[in-house]
Nanobody, 113 residues
Framework: VQLQASGGGLVQPGGSLRLSCAAS????????MAWHRQAPGKEREWVGR???????SYSASVEGRFTISRDIAKNILYLQMNSLKPEDTAVYYC????????WGQGTQVTVSS
């Protein structure tokens, strides 16, 4: 199983960005899919998740600004990020569990003016 993250870049504070995570297997088969991030000098932290039934949950730091969704037909996990702040700057990783843990490579998001 492979997860391929993309969509990172440089964005101004208050801006938006959408990350994608393409899965080599059906996203329906994952018990859970999630996004994590790691800022420079900090530990990796959980951002949000979606379970097999489509229920989402988010960390307090992104609740109301970030939205996780899945495109079942394309086998893609998305992270829509709005109202971005400088403290959202990090490498973002997608994750999935379908009997084992799978991680995508990171994609850099930089929020700066």
């Amino acid at each position: 199983v492979q997860l391929q993250a993309s969509g990172g870049g440089l964005v101004q504070p208050g801006g938006s960005l959408r990350l994608s995570c393409a899965a080599s297997r059906s996203v329906r088969g994952f018990k859970v899919m999630a996004w994590h991030r790691q800022a420079p000098g900090k530990e990796r932290e959980w951002v949000g998740r979606v379970d097999a039934g489509g229920t989402t949950s988010y960390s307090a730091s992104v609740e109301g600004r970030f939205t996780i969704s899945r495109d079942i037909a394309k086998n893609i996990l998305y992270l829509q990020m709005n109202s971005l702040k400088p403290e959202d700057t990090a490498v973002y990783y997608c994750y999935g569990n379908r009997g084992a843990d799978y991680w995508g490579q990171g994609t850099q998001v930089t929020v700066s003016s």
